[in-house]
């Protein structure tokens, strides 16, 4: 049912498109802008890459957005769906201004072995996250997980330096008392950790244990995948009990929620000694400082709302 529903939006999604081009070129006065609440992106810049909306401090061309690294776009719109990237490559799903977040598509790291040697066979290319400390952006501990799947592995990543971070073992049960691919993300097939604050870097790696589970133990080489997974994942948008997870052997990417911030400075009180670089542009605005990271955002005053990062962009409500 599920499936034959994004089939069909699948099918439908270009006469939608087309739809939308006739449309343009009939009323070429009328600007996709217009549709959308006042004050998202600078006067005169673009403010969507398909179905995203671009609110700056964001912005796509020269002028549009704040002169710092990660907030300049690209947009690739012979893509269709349209692209949107940050300038330096990592595709957005997402922006919210008022949650501070960003949902970025990273993919999953792949290691895959032979079941009876355990020797190994392939791998994917290199899934790392090198966004830097100077990038507004930082991994959500509270809405992105690390992720797991295959068994017998450990699926763990590193820091810049190169030192552990965040990791977990995934284990399966005998054919006969499998339950992998059916509960939830315990440790059978697959297993989750949580990510800590202030995490920019992220270095993959999976270690399988087929090998060594008979010097260790037998129950860690019960039953064995052809595969091995570690990725970060929105928890929303990560659930096991799909069981698409479990024993799968092709490539995919997840979303994994950013939380973003203006980090030029650390905090809202140096912020406010320079009012020319200071972001909190609009009168009816409030600085907020960053829960994840160095930095700060800026809010619409109570009772107003908007783009608070644009001159006059907060309005009464
Ligand atoms: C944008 O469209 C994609 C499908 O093309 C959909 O999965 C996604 O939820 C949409 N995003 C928003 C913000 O509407
Ligand atoms: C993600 O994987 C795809 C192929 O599956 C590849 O084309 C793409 O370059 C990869 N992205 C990154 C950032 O490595
Ligand atoms: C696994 O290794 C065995 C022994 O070398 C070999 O016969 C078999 O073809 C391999 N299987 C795969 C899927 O490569
Ligand atoms: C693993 O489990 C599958 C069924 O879930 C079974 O076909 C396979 O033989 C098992 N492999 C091992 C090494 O026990
Ligand atoms: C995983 O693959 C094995 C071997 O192909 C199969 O016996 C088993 O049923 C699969 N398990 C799930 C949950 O799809
Ligand atoms: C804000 O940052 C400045 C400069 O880094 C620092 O001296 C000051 O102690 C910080 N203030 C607070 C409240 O953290
Ligand atoms: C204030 O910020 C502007 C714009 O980023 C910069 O050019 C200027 O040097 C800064 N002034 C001081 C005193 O730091
Ligand atoms: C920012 O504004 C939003 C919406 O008005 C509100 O929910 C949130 O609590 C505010 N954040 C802070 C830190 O004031």
Known sequence: MASNTLRFLQAIAPIVLLARLAQASAQPQRQPSQLLPPGVARPGCRDRCGNITIPYPFGIGAGCY?????????????????????????????????????????????????????????????????????????????????????CPTIGYFVDGAGYFVSGCTSVCRPAQYAVEGQGPCTGVGCCQSAIPSDIYYYEPNTLSLQLQAGKLDPILGANVTTCQYVFLADADWFSYTDSVFFNRTDDFAAPVVFDWAVRNVGNCSAAKLNMTDYACRSRDSECVPSSNGAGYRCNCSQGYEGNPYLDGGCRGR
């Open 66 to 150: 704040r002169e710092e690294y990660g907030f300049e776009l690209l947009c690739d719109d012979a893509r269709s769906p349209p692209r949107l990237t940050i300038s330096g490559g990592y595709q957005l799903a997402s922006l919210s201004l008022s949650a501070g977040e960003a949902r970025i598509y990273l993919n999953a790291t792949r290691k895959c072995y032979n079941v009876t040697t355990g020797a190994f066979v392939d791998r994917n290319d290199d899934a790392s996250l090198a966004l830097g400390s100077a990038s507004p952006y930082r991994v959500s501990p509270t809405k992105t997980r690390l992720v797991a799947t295959g």
